[in-house]
């Protein structure tokens, strides 16, 4: 069975990008600090949608859970992080936004993922952006803690209700 993606190896991956230096100059190499952002996304999308398929199908094989994280999109996992962040969401389910809102925890993961996803199209995709090893490795911590959070908020009705917006606002491919 191939190896399945691990965001905690992800997030260390980020940390070694970020303290790479150039033999040549011994300075910072801009593109691994480029990557080092976008693996501290990465981290962070990984984890959330591994948690979601856990929790949707928890008795599931490994593998099960694996293809059904393929299904998650980046733009509805931000979707459902900005209606935690700033209030909203679709009529149904406005009442349980507006609870996890009062979560400080919850809060602080969907607006980090927002953050995160940000600063990896700049990465990724905007050559004037400048990424400096202060940022990449403010990066790789956002990501640390958020999987933190996650771990510390495993089986908690908030994380459950959270992960199941995102399910749920999830089209099956």
Request: charged letters at 25%.
């Amino acid at each position: 069975m191939p190896k399945p993606i691990r965001p905690r190896n992800l997030a260390k991956h980020a940390k070694r990008l970020a303290g790479h230096r150039s033999e040549a100059t011994g300075r910072a190499v801009v593109t691994w600090l480029r990557r080092s952002t976008s693996a501290s996304y990465y981290a962070v999308f990984h984890a959330i949608a591994l948690s979601m398929a856990s929790q949707i199908a928890p008795n599931a094989p490994d593998e099960d859970r694996y293809r059904f994280t393929r299904s998650v999109e980046h733009g509805k996992i931000a979707e459902v992080c900005r209606w935690v962040v700033t209030g909203g969401g679709k009529e149904n389910v406005a009442p349980i936004v507006a609870r996890l809102r009062q979560n400080p925890q919850i809060v602080e993961i969907a607006d980090a993922f927002l953050a995160l996803l940000q600063a990896r199209h700049q990465a990724d995709y905007d050559h004037l952006a400048k990424v400096t090893k202060a940022t990449a490795l403010g990066h790789y911590r956002q990501a640390v803690n958020v999987l933190d959070l996650l771990d510390t908020l495993d089986r908690t009705r908030d994380l459950e209700d959270f992960l199941a917006l995102i399910a749920l606002n999830t089209p099956l491919r």
